[in-house]
């Protein structure tokens, strides 16, 4: 099996076992880019949660990343790997709803409404406008609308797959929709990654930070082999029995 992790720097494990968000940020690694590094990869809940279920990894998170990334990313690795649908399991964790990704100079840039991202000159004006025109009202309603969309193509093309929220929520939506068991409590505030972990008794890094250490990613992958298993996302001979 194939167990395909994307989302931003939750999935990717920024810090969760050396003080970096990217590969890039250690000089050893600095050619990886904006992957995740290494060391946290091999402390994520998407390698605990592989070797759980024996499966090859394949982590596509990035931290600072936007759901418009994540979907694009998604979409590109499935349909690369198209041959191996009945073999693949998709987890997606989901950013703050108001991140964009814009196109700029054939490169992606990640923006969110912290006022601090970093963008090239040209684009400068465009995020301070952007920060200051944020309706996270408007940006919660579009991000519900997307990810139905990419939910209802998944279950088109038969792909396998199970959501959660890191930090968001949609507890302001008034029309929700049935994911089935293929979202994790979409409209709980008491149900995303960080609340679970916090009411567990899990701290972050330090105290400027939101995320956790390796002890809390192993709680995560745990908690969601429990929900694949109650929920029987995959079938009784794709779950090892130990």
């Known amino acids: 099996m194939i167990l395909y992790v994307n989302g931003d720097s939750h999935a990717a494990a920024a810090e969760a076992a050396v003080p970096h968000s990217w590969a890039q940020d250690d000089s050893m690694y600095w050619g990886l880019g904006q992957q995740p590094h290494p060391d946290n990869e091999r402390a994520s809940f998407g390698c605990e949660l592989a070797n759980w279920l024996r499966a090859i990894l394949y982590l596509d998170a990035q931290a600072g990343g936007s759901n418009s990334r994540t979907i694009r990313t998604t979409r590109d690795w499935i349909k690369q790997n198209k041959q191996d649908v009945s073999d693949m399991f998709v987890l997606i964790q989901w950013s703050t709803w108001e ?144």
């Open 99 to 242: 991140r964009q990704e814009w196109w700029h100079d054939h490169t992606w840039w990640q923006v969110n409404a912290s006022g601090i991202d970093q963008v090239p000159e040209q684009l400068q004006d465009r995020y301070r406008q952007f920060v200051t025109d944020i309706d996270w009202t408007q940006c919660s309603e579009q991000a519900h609308k997307d990810i139905w969309q990419f939910h209802c193509e998944l279950e088109q093309q038969g792909v396998r797959h199970l959501m959660f929220n890191g930090n968001s929520h949609f507890g302001n939506i008034t029309q929700q929709q049935d994911w089935k068991a293929t979202y994790m409590s979409p409209y709980s505030a008491d149900q995303t990654y960080d609340s679970v972990l916090r009411r567990r008794g899990f701290c972050t890094v330090n105290a400027d930070s939101w995320h956790f250490g390796q002890d809390a990613h192993c709680f995560w992958a745990e908690h969601v082999l429990q929900y694949i298993k109650d929920n029987q996302l995959l079938g009784p001979d794709e779950i090892p029995s130990y």
